[in-house]
């Protein structure tokens, strides 16, 4: 089982729809979990931090985390063609406190 | 957000020469830098961990007589790429955390080794 898994995809939604992008992970101990968005040839972006269970809401995003089913998910309201790309789960070692990284998300938004 | 600088942006160098990338934390410091690799349409592989005053740590399998790297402030952390190779041609990604935990990514540095 690997330590932070998501789906590849891609993932496609029409323009203005709902993305719903999940994220499982294995370290119970984790106390924190990041949203990266990444563009094709570029670095990884922050789009979200979220540290306690629930949901928490920036603009177009909200993220939600349940601890006890070890799962944290995204979602992109009114998505946009801009918003096409990969978006890379991450959760905190709670050993090392390194960033493990899930393979990422392809988000194909269709005009 | 946090704002972490990289330079050079894009470095194209002769085999069997050294090539130094910096990154910077401008507006936060940042006693643990990190240094990724990531080669095209692969995921982000962590190289090191730098670590502000003392020897950077490194993941296993990356040499570190070959990337060496030196943190000699709060905002800055180097990295050396020594007597690059074609094999070296990547693109390498630095980040800084902050004391929440999180890290900020530069904006990445490509180099190319002829």
């Known amino acids: 089982q690997k330590e932070v898994e998501q789906n590849s995809g891609p993932l496609s939604v029409p323009e203005g729809a709902i993305a719903s992008l999940n994220c499982t992970y294995s370290?119970?101990?984790?106390?924190?979990f990041f949203w990266y968005r990444q563009y094709s040839g570029k670095s990884p972006e922050l789009i979200m931090s979220i540290y306690s269970n629930g949901d928490k809401e920036d603009g177009r995003f909200t993220a939600q985390l349940n601890k006890a089913s070890q799962y944290v998910s995204l979602l992109i309201r009114d998505s946009q063609p801009s918003d096409s790309a990969t978006y890379l789960c991450a959760v905190s070692s709670s050993n090392t406190g390194k960033l493990i990284f899930g393979q990422g998300t392809t988000l194909q938004v269709k005009p | 957000g946090a704002v972490v600088s990289q330079h050079p942006s894009r470095v194209i160098c002769k085999s069997g020469t050294s090539v130094k990338i910096e990154c910077r934390s401008l507006?936060?410091?940042?006693?643990?830098m990190f240094w990724y690799r990531q080669f095209p349409k692969q995921s982000l592989m962590l190289m090191a961990t730098s670590n502000e005053g003392s020897k950077a740590t490194y993941e296993q399998g990356v040499e570190k007589d070959k990337f060496l790297i030196n943190h000699a402030s709060l905002t800055l952390s180097t990295l050396t790429v020594t007597s690059a190779h074609p094999e070296d041609s990547s693109f390498y990604i630095c980040?800084?955390?902050?004391?929440?935990?999180?890290?900020?990514f530069g904006p990445g540095t490509r180099l190319t080794v002829l």
């Open positions: 370290d119970r101990g984790s106390q924190s």
């Open positions: 980040s800084a955390r902050d004391d929440r935990d999180t890290q900020y």
């Open positions: 507006d936060f410091q940042a006693t643990t």
